[in-house]
């Protein structure tokens, strides 16, 4: 069974940066998309970032130019850099895979932005 472990969350100040990262325990073949998704506590789960097979990206409007969303498909490799972080940014990140084979998530990590 092939788990995805994120790791790169903490404590960010307003403004700062962080990067996340998601990797795959093993080998995933034939890969639709990697997507990263944020739950803030008390609401629903929101969908961040896509980034297709071919590598086309796409943002939710809340964070289209401040976050990008990159991969390294041999590695199963996701990641999500965070630029210019709002407090509105706090919450459980879960990063997404989806094959052919089926879909994987993450146990989440969580990005706290505060002074």
């Known amino acids: 069974q092939v788990q995805l472990v994120e790791s790169g969350g903490g404590l960010v100040q307003p403004g700062g940066s962080l990067k996340l990262s998601c990797a795959g325990s093993e080998r995933i073949f034939s890969i639709y998309s990697m997507r990263w998704f944020r739950q803030p506590t008390g609401k629903q789960r929101e969908l961040v970032a896509t980034i297709t097979n071919s590598g086309s990206p796409t943002y939710a409007d809340s964070v289209k130019g401040r976050f990008t969303i990159s991969k390294d498909s041999g590695k199963q490799t996701v990641y999500l850099e965070m630029n210019s972080v709002k407090t509105e940014d706090t919450a459980l990140y879960y990063c997404?895979?989806?094959?052919?084979?089926?879909?994987?998530w993450g146990q989440g990590t969580q990005v706290t932005v505060s002074s």
């Open positions: 997404n895979i989806r094959s052919v084979r089926g879909e994987y």
